[in-house]
């Protein structure tokens, strides 16, 4: 939800938050960015706020008296909790009929039958994504990316601005239902594929197999990642093609450092990208500044991912 909010802010809407009487509780989970937690001013920087206890009926008219006049209503609430605030998508249209009603959910109609919490890491491993990220033969972990909550922001964002685009044609506004665990599920349309077509000879379940030049390979100094297979790495390399190995390729650069290996892999038109493994070091990086942006002069968050040109 706060993220979906946050990309409608960044294509130029004009987002509110509603929050509980004295603020969003994550404003104060560290690490802090001034007076406010980074987390928070990550997901929700550029956004107005309100606070209306929505325990009470003053709190519940004043949400019904902002959507009159909004486009859009967004919320992530458990199934069944808006029609128990009053603030279900029926009672929402008779007061704006135009309006955009948004539910960013965890399991959809899926819910009686998964586990009750819908959080990132729950629902990665039941869709089976901490599987799908890990080599075989070890744990399957959940990404700490939150790939489910990025891709359900996405997802969510897009029927918005579809259900957006449907109101300019018929004039009225819609329901619009996104889930996270059908966002987890759209990041593996190459597992159903697989599994559908029964053509994953070499792969495991519709997923890549993990070779040695597939993964991070060990340089003197760190690690690189590469773009190419054994053929075209030992003729940048050198060494004779027909008995090159993924293993011997893998010995051999750990004899060099990582900046040399990306020169003369660059030379030999191999693309290659030595891995980073300081994360401060992201914010002063001359290469990344065009994508970055500070907010309030205290932290350096991700500028808009989109440019519009005339």
């Not at 964002?157 to 987890?184: H, K, M, P, Q």
């Not at 004779?240 to 051999?252: C, F, I, N, Q, Y």
């Not at 990306?262 to 191999?270: H, T």
Request: proline share 6%; with cysteine.
């Amino acid at each position: 939800g706060p993220l979906a909010g946050l990309l409608l802010s960044l294509l130029g809407a004009e987002v509110v938050r509603i929050e509980p009487p004295g603020g969003d509780l994550l404003r104060l989970v560290s690490p802090a960015a001034g007076d406010v937690g980074a987390i928070f001013q990550s997901l929700n920087r550029g956004k107005s706020a309100v606070e209306l206890d929505l325990h009470h009926r003053s709190g519940r008219d004043g949400v019904l008296e902002l959507i009159g006049d909004a486009d859009v209503l967004l919320h992530n609430w458990r199934p069944g909790r808006d029609a128990e605030l009053g603030l279900d998508a029926e009672t929402c249209h008779r007061v704006n009929p135009s309006v955009v009603y948004a539910h960013a959910g965890g399991w959809g109609e899926r819910a009686e039958a998964c586990p009750p919490v819908a959080t990132d890491a729950i629902v990665q491993a039941h869709a089976a994504l901490g599987d799908g990220l890990n080599p075989v033969g070890e744990p399957p972990f959940p990404s700490r990316m939150v790939l489910a909550d990025f891709m359900g922001g996405l997802v969510a964002c897009e029927a918005i601005v579809a259900a957006l685009w449907l109101r300019c044609r018929s004039g009225r506004g819609s329901r619009v239902d996104t889930d996270l665990f059908g966002a987890a599920m759209a990041l593996q349309a190459h597992v159903l594929e697989a599994s559908a077509s029964g053509e994953g000879q070499g792969r495991r379940e519709g997923r890549p197999v993990w070779g040695p030049l597939q993964r991070p390979i060990e340089t003197a100094d760190g690690f690189v990642v590469v773009a190419d297979d054994v053929a075209g790495l030992s003729r940048a390399c050198g060494l004779p093609t027909e008995s090159a190995t993924e293993d011997g390729l893998v010995d051999l650069f750990r004899s060099r450092a990582t900046e040399a290996w990306e020169k003369r892999l660059a030379d030999a038109g191999i693309a290659c990208a030595a891995v980073c493994t300081d994360l401060a070091s992201l914010a002063t990086d001359a290469t990344l500044a065009p994508f970055l942006e500070s907010v309030g002069g205290t932290c350096q968050v991700p500028a808009a991912p989109w440019r519009f040109l005339p």
